[in-house]
């Protein structure tokens, strides 16, 4: 599975867009980019995943470059219960493993 | 509908006792997996389950680390004996029946904090 890299730390206004980069740029084409997140002392919550379309949900937009090597995470009006540490991870198609990383945390001020 | 449920939220031991933790997936899901979370790192995989069968224990630490699934549904994770290093939590997550290839989601538990003295 392809490396990812983030920022160790972000941080955001209350309100505001957060923008979380993610750089993968040895992903392979049939690799999957997932995003989740973990509110302190809880488990890691899936928040969106995509392959070459950008996706939303309720919950955020995924932005994924058209080369793949890059994508953005977007929580467009970010609130307190926001800060968390953001994973982004490459999953092979042919595997059920997420292999995390450190992610970024991101902490949202009033 | 119930998340995936573990025991004991904390535990509290001295070095060289044993330790277990119990985990509950979600109704339904046959893939379990087992993370271990060190403090201000990700969660790295230590085992999966498919139904009753580990598929992937390769960073399991098998001198110390057991687990079990004998009924394909609840899992138990045991150290024999505890070290000063195994302090972390243990996460608990399951997958649907098609795996990440459905939902692309896995459903992670509270976790478990050891505290080894």
């Known amino acids: 599975d392809a490396k990812t890299t983030q920022p160790p730390s972000m941080d955001c206004a209350e309100g505001r867009a957060a923008n979380l980069p993610c750089n993968h740029s040895t992903i392979s084409g049939n690799e999957y980019v997932y995003w989740y997140r973990q509110i302190h002392s809880q488990g890691p919550q899936y928040i969106i995943h995509g392959l070459k379309n950008n996706e939303t949900n309720e919950m955020a937009s995924l932005i994924i470059t058209e080369d793949r090597k890059s994508s953005t995470l977007i929580l467009p009006h970010a609130t307190l219960r926001d800060t968390a540490v953001y994973y982004c991870?490459?999953?092979?198609?042919?595997?059920?493993?997420?292999?995390f990383g450190t992610g970024t945390r991101l902490q949202v001020f009033p | 509908e119930a998340g995936v449920v573990q025991s004991p939220r904390y535990k509290i031991i001295e070095k060289k006792q044993p330790v277990a933790f119990w985990c509950n997936p979600i109704s339904g899901h046959n893939t379990l997996y087992w993370y271990l979370q060190n403090l201000g790192q990700g969660p790295e995989l230590l085992i999966r389950y498919e139904n009753e069968e580990a598929v992937d224990d390769s960073q399991l630490p098998k001198d110390r680390f057991s687990a079990e699934r004998l009924k394909g549904v609840d899992s138990t994770l045991k150290i024999q004996p505890a070290e000063l290093g195994d302090s972390a939590v243990y996460l608990c997550a399951s997958s649907s029946p098609l795996g990440l290839a459905d939902t692309g989601e896995l459903f992670f538990g509270e976790g478990s904090r050891l505290t080894v003295l």
């Open positions: 991870i490459v999953r092979g198609y042919n595997t059920d493993k997420l292999i």
